[in-house]
T-cell receptor, first 113, second 112 residues
């Protein structure tokens, strides 16, 4: 199993541009998550999904959108990028919610200039 | 979820046990203590979790005090590859999703 994969690894955007961060998992997990990590800080939850077609906001959803059309994929969309969105973005998945272990992808490092 | 407090940084000699403390004095009766670690620039990795009994797996041991106000993660024979940021997280797991609140963690540096 590849686990959780993310693309791209790195990206530089100009202010106002849009992009989609891709996340795919091959573990048949129902739950998927998007986190961001600012320098020297812990992770903050942006959005999560409990299954295909179901998504909900986390702590810091403003400026982002998500969709979950399949079990495997959970893309994160940035519309009108701002410098405050410069961060490392991690996708994670778990078999279910609650106490189940979350498995993280390698991250996407995004810089908005 | 419980607020956790960890030292900012710790050092350990290679081959020795690394003991990472965590205070969680506000933890409630149904909150588990989770430990994750993040090796430089990688995604966090699950280590272990427990409720009130001590736990051990192939990576580490978790010792939780009887009053559950603190815990210690033990890496029995630290290696250079264990250099990472270690996060102690309190979570009920009772939400519809797996809520993990990451603080700033402890930077563990393992020296040769």
């Amino acid at each position: 199993n590849a686990g959780v994969t993310q693309t791209p690894k790195f990206r530089i955007l100009k202010i106002g541009q849009s992009m989609t961060l891709q996340c795919t998992q091959d573990m048949n997990h129902n739950y998927m998550y998007w986190y961001r990590q600012d320098p020297g800080m812990g992770l903050k939850l942006i959005y999560y999904s409990v299954g295909a077609g179901i998504t909900d906001k986390g702590e810091v959803p403003n400026g982002y959108n998500v969709s979950r059309s399949t079990t495997e994929d959970f893309p994160l969309r940035l519309e009108l990028a701002a410098p405050s969105q410069t961060s490392v973005y991690f996708c994670a998945s778990s078999l279910a919610g609650g106490l189940y272990t979350q498995y993280f992808g390698p991250g996407t490092r995004l810089t908005v200039l | 979820d419980a607020k956790t407090t960890q030292p900012t940084s710790m050092d350990c000699a290679e081959g020795r046990a690394a003991n990472l403390p965590c205070n969680h004095s506000t933890i409630s009766g149904n909150e588990y203590v989770y430990w994750y670690r993040q090796i430089h620039s990688q995604g966090p990795q699950y280590i272990i979790h427990g409720l009130k009994n001590n736990e051990t797996n192939e990576m580490a041991s978790l010792i939780i005090t009887e009053d559950r106000k603190s815990s210690t993660l033990i890496l029995p024979h630290a290696t250079l590859r264990d250099t990472a940021v270690y996060y102690c997280i309190g979570s009920t797991g009772g939400t519809s999703y797996g809520k993990l609140t990451f603080g700033q963690g402890t930077i563990l540096t393992v020296h040769p």
